[in-house]
Each structure stands twice: as structure tokens, then as C-alpha cells.
């Protein structure tokens, strides 16, 4: 925005502007609504840290991960050249199936049905991918299929695909199903063993973005009488580097990050912490001891589970909004397990609603055409209905003979506006998924459907947007209210 255009927005004397509303805020920052969500009924705020409070540099996360994987494998026998793996970080969206019986990697609608696939970094023929998945209903929960459904697991693919890609160049045999569990262990060994935590400690700048509104938007929220607790899976020492790094001196009134928070859980486990988790325990120092009285600010906990959260800080389901980035372990279960209301932060909302807005003009275009498909198509089958009962009625005087070559024409000229039709929607398709994403198109929508992600989000997430302090530019007693939902037979 202009300096020119933002001054003409200021209520300059005399002038009479139309207040503010939600739609001043740039499209990329605004939250956006599912369900109506009243912040006036909230009295907690709860946050998830990593990729939420936390937001990780995507690119740098996923060359550590796969650099560790790599070396990982190579120390298990994998192939030496491996260490000289090409690979495109950006390959991987979220809401991505593996097969790993083929080593595929798909992408679906919200029906299961699977639009685009790659093997290795070659994308998979349409007429394959029909034969492959189209005949048989897919079932995305049996072990032979892999959802990756959150940011930490994008690098997997990464690995998986140019692993995939490398050996077959090579002409080796590949096992593909122990290939992906072998990724999979490999990187969750380097976060076990502590490894990817003390190279992100190490340079804290490098890997994560530390966001200037943060402590404002959760200072705002707290100035209107909202009490923020921290439920993370991350343990303490972790947990205590990284919201140093992001909130240890951002506000001159909160001399730690601790002092933002009513309650702080670490190593909460989730999702199993919304079922039966484990008892709730104290940090106190080295030792760890059981919970019985209420919770108190300023002290640390350590794993817990709902039930016993609830009860100990007192405090009602409805009454809680969850914020967080992962859509089975804080979203899907927080919403089934709880009453809690959730916000999710999909932190690739910016790329997202920015190609939603340059490709403004082509999907306008599609529209068009598609109407004139539809009228295209009512002609062909006028025109070939009309053809046959002149072929019927065997007349052979020259009327007749004038009017079928007068059909045939207009026949012929319908099949070629159709084939243009057709042409110029498809290279719309490809350029508009290209503007989404190089390989996959959009992470929230499949042609004119939601993609299996989107159907997620659209479930479980009360409302979206792309990080937390997205929330400053809305009033702590806002009124989020969903669009209207319209049925086909209400359009
Ligand atoms: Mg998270």
C-alpha cells in the first residue's frame, strides 16, 4: 500500500469515511470463519509453541531434516551417493498420501478421489493414476497409505521422493514401503536423540522467525481479561529457548515469556493428552510431583490430560479456544475430545490467498467458459438429434440435401468451439495450479472442490488464519460469524 492511499483512509475532518471493518485488513492477514466463534465467551487462550507460536523457516527446517535423514540412512547401509541427493524442498504440500506399495505420492479431494501424483519427482499420466485409484475406493487409513498432515512431516516426503527419484535413475530395486518407514525412523531418531533440537538452538535465527506483533496480540488479549495458557509438546529446556528467543524481552512489562502465561504444560503429549494422557505432574527442578491442588501461575507442568486440566485450573470447555497448527494432534482432537473451540494457523495462508487473488481473472474466465460449455453442449445435441431424424426420414429433394449439409456445418462448428473450449479451460487449469504451488496447485482446494486438507480444516477449525498475530487486528470480544452456507439448491 501506498503512503497515499493509506493517508486517504485516515477520518480526516469534515470527510466522512465508512468506519473500519474487517475487510481494511489485508486479505492475507484476516482470520477466517468456519463456525461463529463469540471471543466475548472466551475467558482462556491456549497455544501450541512449534509452528504456531513458533514459526519455523520452512525451507531451512526441511534441508536440516533431510540432511540428517540422509546420514542417518547411509549409516544403515543406504547408498553412499545419497549424501549428494538432489532435492526440492518445495515439493511437498500438507494433506499429501504416500502409497507406499507403488511409492506414489497423491493428492486428493475431499471424496478420496486422487486428482495429481508423483513418482519419484515424475508426475504420474492422468490415464495411470485412473487405473491405479480410480476403480477401487482408496482407503487412506490402512497401512499401506501414509497422510501427512503437518509441517514437520513435509521434509519425509521431500526425502522419500528424491530417494525414490536417485536410486531408480540408478536402476536399484527399491523396497518402497521400507524405504518411507526408514525415513521416517531415521528423522524421528535425530528429534529423539535431541539432535535437530540442538541445531535449532544453536541458531535460533536461522531456523525460526521471530514475529515483532506476537507479545502485542498476546498482551491484547490479556489486557482484556483473557488468561493464556501454553500446552505444548516440546519439553522444558526446549520449550524455555525458544519462547525466550521469541517473547524474553519484546514488552518491558512481562520480564519473561512465563509471565504471559496462567498455565504452562510441557511435554504435554498430544493427542493423546485430549483422550486419557498421563497424570499431570509439577516440574520442580530435576524432579517431577504429582499434581492435587489447583494450578498455579507460575509454576511448570509436565504431560496431563484434559480431564485433569479442566478440573485443575477450574475452568469450562466452552469457555477455551485453542490455537494451534496441527490438524490431528491440536485441531481434530481438541474439537472431538473437548469443547473447546479451535483456531488453526496455517502458516501457508499468505502464499495461498495471494494466488487466490492473482489468479482472480482466470478463474473469472473459467466461469465464462464452463457457461458456454453448457450451452456448446445443449446445441451439439440439438443439432445431432436434428441430424439423425433427417438421416431418418430418407427425403432426397434439395431442401432436404440443403438442410442436412446446413446441420453437418453447425455440427462441426460446435465440435470445434467445444475443442477450443475445452483447450483453453485446461491451460487455465494448469497455469492457475501453477500460480498455487509448482507441483500440487492449491493446498486448500482441488479444481473447484475443497482437497482432502481443506476438508479437514473446514471441519475441525472453528476459524484460520496464518499466524497468531493475525489476531491484533480484531477486538478481544469480536464476533466472528461463518459466511452463509449455501446449498447447490439455494444458489
Ligand atoms: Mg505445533
Known amino acids: 500500500m501506498s503512503a497515499e492511499s493509506r493517508q486517504l483512509a485516515l477520518p480526516l475532518a469534515g470527510i466522512s469515511v465508512p468506519p473500519p471493518n474487517g475487510h481494511a485488513i489485508p486479505r492475507k492477514d484476516r482470520v477466517y470463519v468456519n463456525r461463529d466463534l463469540r471471543l466475548s465467551t472466551i475467558d482462556w487462550v491456549g497455544f501450541d509453541m512449534d509452528y ?21 540412512l547411509i549409516r544403515r547401509g543406504y547408498p553412499s551417493y545419497l549424501k549428494k541427493l538432489e532435492y526440492d524442498t518445495r515439493f511437498p504440500i500438507r494433506g499429501l498420501l504416500v502409497d507406499k506399495r507403488y511409492g506414489h505420492v497423491l493428492k486428493m479431494d475431499r471424496y478420496k478421489v486422487v486428482h495429481l501424483g508423483y513418482h519419484g519427482m515424475q508426475k504420474i499420466p492422468r490415464e495411470e493414476l485412473n487405473e491405479l485409484y480410480h476403480h477401487k475406493r482408496i482407503r487412506p487409513h490402512t497401512p499401506r497409505y501414509h497422510w501427512i498432515d503437518t509441517l514437520f ?24 514401503d521400507k524405504l518411507f518407514a526408514d525415513v521416517r525412523s531415521a528423522i524421528d531418531e535425530a528429534h529423539a536423540d535431541g539432535t535437530v533440537y540442538s541445531y535449532v538452538t544453536s541458531d ?74 498421563r497424570p499431570l505432574m509439577e516440574i520442580d527442578g530435576d524432579a517431577l510431583r504429582h499434581v492435587k491442588g489447583p494450578l498455579e501461575r507460575g509454576k511448570i507442568y509436565d504431560g496431563g490430560n484434559l480431564a485433569d486440566f479442566e478440573r485443575l485450573a477450574n ?31 496455517i502458516p501457508e495462508l499468505d502464499a495461498e490467498v495471494e494466488a487466490h487473488e492473482l489468479t482472480a481473472a482466470d478463474r473469472a474466465r473459467q466461469r465464462t467458459l464452463e457457461d458456454a460449455r453448457e450451452r456448446l453442449e445443449n446445441e451439439l445435441r440439438y443439432y445431432q438429434g436434428r441430424y439423425k431424424e433427417l438421416v431418418k426420414s430418407n427425403a432426397d429433394d434439395v431442401f432436404a440435401q440443403a438442410e442436412r449439409v446446413r446441420v453437418k456445418r453447425a455440427l462441426e462448428r ?24 509448482p507441483y500440487w496447485g492449491s493446498l486448500l482446494k482441488e479444481q473447484s472442490e475443497m482437497s482432502s486438507f481443506g476438508l479437514q480444516v473446514d471441519l475441525y477449525a472453528d476459524i484460520y488464519t496464518r499466524r497468531v498475530s493475525c489476531l491484533r487486528h480484531y477486538s478481544p470480544q469480536q464476533f466472528f460469524r461463518s459466511p452463509y452456507d449455501l446449498m447447490p439448491h439455494e444458489l
Open 204 to 277: 535460533l535465527e536461522r531456523y525460526v522467525e521471530r514475529d515483532p506483533d506476537l507479545a502485542r496480540t498476546l498482551h491484547k488479549f490479556r489486557s482484556a481479561g483473557k488468561k493464556l495458557f501454553l500446552l505444548t509438546n516440546s519439553p522444558l529446556a526446549y520449550t524455555d529457548r525458544m519462547m525466550t528467543f521469541l517473547l524474553g524481552d519484546a514488552l518491558p512489562e512481562y520480564p519473561s515469556w512465563r509471565h504471559y502465561f496462567e498455565i504452562v504444560v510441557c511435554s504435554a503429549g498430544k493427542p493423546r493428552w485430549f483422550q486419557e494422557g
Open 414 to 437: 460446435i465440435r470445434a468451439e467445444l475443442r477450443a473450449n475445452i483447450a483453453e479451460y485446461d491451460a487455465i487449469t494448469e497455469r492457475v495450479s501453477r500460480t498455487f504451488h
Open 153 to 176: 512431516a513435509l521434509s519425509e516426503v521431500t526425502s522419500y521422493a528424491a530417494i525414490v527419484d536417485a536410486m531408480e535413475r540408478r536402476k536399484e530395486r527399491v523396497d518402497f
Open 52 to 72: 504456531t507460536l513458533a514459526i519455523y523457516r520452512q525451507n531451512e527446517m526441511d534441508r536440516l531434516s533431510v540432511e540428517l535423514t540422509i546420514d542417518r
Open 315 to 345: 475452568l469450562r470447555g466452552s469457555s477455551v479456544l485453542y490455537v494451534g497448527d496441527h490438524i490431528y494432534g491440536d485441531i481434530l482432537r481438541s474439537k472431538k475430545e473437548s469443547s473447546w473451540h479451535t483456531a488453526m494457523i
